[in-house]
């Protein structure tokens, strides 16, 4: 079974940082895209960053220039440190992958449980 764990969320002043993290674990052949996705409250989930297996990037216009993400293959980990918070960026952040588990045939998208950010003015 695969599994996400995130870690690193918590409550910030504006203008502080944030390091978030999300390991992948269990049988997994190989992993594709991952990527960090947030939900505000009575808002849509939407993409903040993802990154490929080769490290090409993509960031939403929102956090471009103070948010940057990163993989360790090796780990199966992505990190997402988040710089110049603020309020506007509270929200629960989520870690997503594109996965094909060892005992499968196709690639799957698998979804962390949620972390709180909480950016205060």
């Known amino acids: 079974q695969v599994q996400l764990v995130e870690s690193g969320g918590g409550l910030v002043q504006a203008g502080g940082s944030l390091r978030l993290s999300c390991a992948a674990s269990?049988?997994?052949?190989?992993?594709?895209?991952m990527g960090w996705y947030r939900q505000a409250p009575g808002k849509q989930r939407e993409l903040v960053a993802a990154?490929?297996?080769?490290?090409?990037?993509n960031y939403a216009d929102s956090v471009k220039g103070r948010f940057i993400i990163s993989r360790d293959n090796a780990r199966s980990t992505v990190y997402l440190q988040m710089n110049s918070l603020k309020p506007e960026d509270t929200a629960v952040y989520y870690c997503?992958?594109?996965?094909?588990?060892?005992?499968?045939?196709?690639?799957?998208?698998?979804w962390g449980q949620g972390t709180q950010v909480t950016v205060s003015s």
């Open positions: 990154i490929t297996s080769d490290d090409n990037t």
């Open positions: 997503g992958a594109n996965i094909r588990p060892r005992y499968g045939v196709s690639w799957e998208d698998y």
């Open positions: 269990g049988s997994i052949f190989n992993i594709k895209a």
